[in-house]
């Protein structure tokens, strides 16, 4: 009787023990609001200005180049137009950074949530049928915050990029016109 109640006991003890995986729960939600911290600042970026600096960048490059064409410039003397070209590169592949962050924020959002609801619900397999054990809790916690901290990243990039494509855009264009203005005034005897 007694060795029954012992077991009894004991059964009892470790069906309300910790789950397995409740040791990753801070982790994970630490990371859950790190990606929604960092999704809130992309969200907040002006990325609607995107497609209309893009447009007056490439125009005015156009233009320059057309205005250049059959020049030879040394480095010096092709700053302004580097930077110009580089601008219109960054501006140029913008839209799709922008996709592929929010495509990739909602996933890791949604796999996080999923990985802390299988914990918290005690789930023994995943949607697939696989069974769920501790190492497979300790390898899906591991990849989960690895692909959390790279999206927290890509995101500082892309906003760093969002800004140096943005910032000052219209001073960069005017230096380059007058650039290209001042070369192309300049004698072809004259030039190096």
Partial sequence: ?????????????SACGPKPGSQHLPQL???????????????????????KARSRADSA????????????????????????????RLLKKQPGRQRRIEQEIDRTRRQIGQLIEAIVDGAKVDALGAPIDDLYLDNATADELRISSHLTEEI??????????????????????????????????SRP
């Fill in 29 to 51: 939600r630490e990371a859950l609001q790190a990606v929604d911290s960092a999704a809130n600042r992309f969200e907040m970026a002006p990325h609607f200005d995107v497609a």
């Fill in 156 to 189: 500082d990039i892309a906003l760093n990029f969002l800004e140096r494509g943005l910032t000052n855009l219209d001073g960069l264009i005017a230096d380059a016109d007058s650039a290209s203005r001042a070369l192309v005034a300049i004698p072809a005897t």
């Fill in 61 to 88: 490059l156009a233009s320059v180049e057309a205005r250049m064409q059959g020049l030879v410039v040394n480095l010096e003397q092709g700053r302004p137009f580097s930077l110009l070209d580089e601008r219109c």
């Fill in 1 to 13: 009787m007694k060795l029954n109640l012992l077991i009894f006991g004991l059964v009892l003890l």
